[in-house]
């Protein structure tokens, strides 16, 4: 199970952006995430008729190591590691560590 999926809040841990809060917009890989507003870059772009892209500079999010961003927990204000717990129905569920809350509903 991951434990850091599309649509998380997440908090980033170490790096430029360091302490800022964003939502998983998708993963790359098992290793590698974009978060929206983090890792944030100018790119030049060529304009290409045939896709119908104007030119210009435009801001792109590049990806960031998952290991420098924790799922953000609301109770305790931080970023928290997460756990992995089976109910007794058999599902598994996601658990922050620090204080044993589930991170789904």
């Keep these: ?11 980033v841990l170490s790096g430029r952006d360091k302490g800022k ?3 998983v917009l ?3 890989d098992a290793e590698h995430v974009v ?6 870059v100018k790119k030049h772009q060529r304009p290409n ?5 104007t030119g210009g500079i435009v801001d792109k999010d590049l990806p960031i190591h998952i290991s420098n961003v ?9 970023g928290g590691r997460v756990g992995v717990k ?3 129905d058999g599902r598994k569920v996601r658990v922050f ?5 589930q991170v789904d509903a």
């Design 26 to 28: 998708r993963l790359i």
């Design 21 to 23: 809060r964003g939502t």
């Design 35 to 40: 978060v929206e507003g983090v890792n944030r």
């Design 49 to 53: 008729p045939m896709k119908g892209l």
């Design 1 to 11: 199970m991951q434990r850091i999926r599309k649509g998380d809040e997440v908090m």
């Design 70 to 78: 924790a799922l953000f927990n609301p109770a305790t204000k931080k």
């Design 86 to 88: 089976t109910l007794d």
């Design 97 to 101: 560590k620090d204080n044993g809350e």
